[in-house]
């Protein structure tokens, strides 16, 4: 079937030809009235299904800590027809246990979904607004930060060549981004989800944090912030541990011990380590397992049925 995008290479994956507009940000995010003029991007049937798996999940946890104007429309309209649906029933009696179990002070939340979708959107925004295809030896990662990081990645997008910015269904989806002076392929993200979710729950970062960061660039420099956020995981136990003769967390899909397990490498990632420490100060990756309801439209995922009596 034709569509906009047909002839095209798919954005995502870098590789297949495009078989479907896809909404960058999916449109079920938003209000019915809120998705005209949505931006696409050519996407292969992998990539899409790919990225509905993960839409799918989102749309259902993050609402309970939305802060836009349409947070309480989102939940009655959009998240309660999606917690009534069969399939997503194991998905929604975890939400109810986490938040029972922390007495209404917040809600379990796997990062990996979000990390990963806000990845291949960083790559379809780069297309759309600064015309970079990310060939291979490229690619992206994402990752949440500390609220005091504010201050270094609002001096990195304010040093790009170019800057964009964007809200995408009043205040349901925002973004900010650059483009580096002599690196086209090189950008930096600030995306904010349901007017910027409260992330928590990593034992090292005190206080909610709700900056959500993707950037696009070199695979080599992508592949040590995947493995050096694949610590921060393992430390926290929120990661198995990785034999020598597994692949590499980094993605590269080498051994281990041939990739970032290696003593080379593991002298050069240190090196890299400190001295962006050093260039970021106070700049703190997160792992969040929870984030905080938001007590200002009245739901939690416990109030299924007033959800329903207001729908």
């Known amino acids: ?43 292969c049937k992998r990539c899409n299904n790919r990225k509905s798996q993960l839409e799918n999940y989102l749309m259902i946890v993050l609402p309970f800590g939305a802060k836009n104007a349409d947070a309480a429309d989102i939940l009655r309209k959009l ?18 246990d986490g938040y029972a179990r922390s007495g209404g002070t917040s809600i379990p939340f796997e990062p990996k979904p979000m990390e990963e979708l806000f990845e291949m959107i960083a790559k379809a925004l780069a297309w759309r607004h600064f015309g970079v295809r990310l060939a291979e030896g490229y690619s992206a990662t994402a990752s949440l930060f500390s609220n005091e990081g504010e201050a270094f990645f609002e001096h990195m997008l304010s040093s790009g060549k170019n800057r964009v910015s964007g809200d995408l269904g009043e205040g349901t989806f925002s973004f900010e981004g650059a483009q580096a002076p002599q690196y086209p392929e090189l950008t930096v993200w600030r995306f904010h989800i349901y007017g910027g979710v409260d992330f928590g729950g990593d034992p090292e970062v005190y206080g909610p944090s709700s900056l959500a960061i993707a950037v696009t660039g070199r695979l080599e420099m992508i592949q040590n912030l995947r493995y050096s956020s694949f610590l921060k995981n393992l430390k926290n136990g929120n990661a198995p541990k990785v034999g020598r003769n597994d692949p590499c967390p980094c993605g590269s899909g080498e051994k281990h011990k041939k ?10 990632r240190a090196d890299a380590i400190r001295s962006g420490q050093a260039r970021a100060g106070s700049m703190k990756p997160i792992v969040a397992t929870t984030y905080q309801p938001i007590a200002a439209h009245g739901y939690s995922p416990a109030q299924l049925e007033e959800m329903t009596r207001l729908r």
């Open 79 to 96: 998240v309660l027809p999606r917690l009534e649906n069969k399939a997503n029933a194991k998905l929604f009696r975890k939400l109810q």
């Open 1 to 43: 079937m034709k569509h906009k995008f047909s002839g095209e290479t798919c954005i995502y994956c870098g590789k297949a030809a495009s078989e479907s507009s896809d909404h960058v940000v999916g449109r079920k995010f938003f209000l019915v009235e809120r998705r005209d003029n949505l931006p696409q991007a050519p996407a």
């Open 259 to 268: 990739c970032h397990g290696s003593v080379a490498k593991t002298q050069d």
